[in-house]
Every structure is written in structure tokens, then in C-alpha cells.
């Protein structure tokens, strides 16, 4: 089993920052992709940025130049840092991965969603 924790989420201002962590843990061989992808109200979920093993990322064209995604293989977890945020932004963040297990199976797991409010 693997198991997802994200942390991060909560109510901030317009203009101001938050960071979002992500940290998988379990039965895991290797971690090939991480992402964070977001689910505002009414709308459907969208992939926000993603970052390979080898550190090659990208990012949705609204969050460019101020979000930042990052990796510590060796913990296994993932962030997120957002600066500059606007109402916009606000959604519930959600952490996925494409792990190898160690029996060898290949699975994409998600995490429970962690809730970014940004409002004044």
C-alpha cells in the first residue's frame, strides 16, 4: 500500500504565500512522477504542475512564474511553493504520484486534497 499525507492548505490573503507538502509513504520501490493538481468549486480538477524523477517540471499557464514545485527523493515527498496568490487560486490542491511498488506493480495514487482559500 502507499499512502499519501498533504499538508499546507488554509485561509490567506491575496498577495500572500503558502506552501503545500506532500509525502508519500508505503510500499514504494520508486517515484517516478509528482504532481499537484487543484479542484475549484463548479469547475473541474486541472493539473497546476508536475515534476519528473529527473527534475523536469511544468506548470499551468495561470500559475507560471509564481508557483514552484520541488522534490526530495530522498524523503519522498513533494512541495509546492505559492507566492503571489489571487481568489483564483483558491481550491482544494490534491498531491498525485506514480509510484512502482515493491512487488513490482505500477499504481497512481492520490491524496485526501488540502483546502487553499485566498481571500481577504
Known amino acids: 500500500q502507499v499512502r499519501l499525507v498533504e499538508s499546507g492548505g488554509g485561509l490567506v490573503q491575496p498577495g500572500g504565500s503558502l506552501r503545500l507538502s506532500c509525502a508519500a509513504s508505503?510500499?514504494?520501490?520508486?517515484?517516478?512522477?509528482m504532481g499537484w493538481y487543484r479542484q475549484a468549486p463548479g469547475k473541474q480538477r486541472e493539473l497546476v504542475a508536475r515534476i519528473i524523477r529527473g527534475g523536469s517540471t511544468n506548470y499551468a499557464d495561470s500559475v507560471k512564474g509564481r508557483f514552484t514545485i520541488s522534490r526530495d527523493n530522498a524523503k519522498n515527498t513533494m512541495y509546492l511553493q505559492m507566492m503571489s496568490l489571487k481568489p483564483e487560486d483558491t481550491a482544494v490542491y490534491y498531491c498525485?504520484?506514480?509510484?512502482?511498488?515493491?512487488?513490482?506493480?505500477?499504481?497512481?495514487?492520490w491524496g485526501q486534497g488540502t483546502l487553499v482559500t485566498v481571500s481577504s
Open positions: 498525485n504520484v506514480a509510484v512502482v511498488t515493491t512487488a513490482l506493480r505500477s499504481l497512481e495514487v
Open positions: 508505503g510500499s514504494i520501490l520508486s517515484i517516478n512522477a
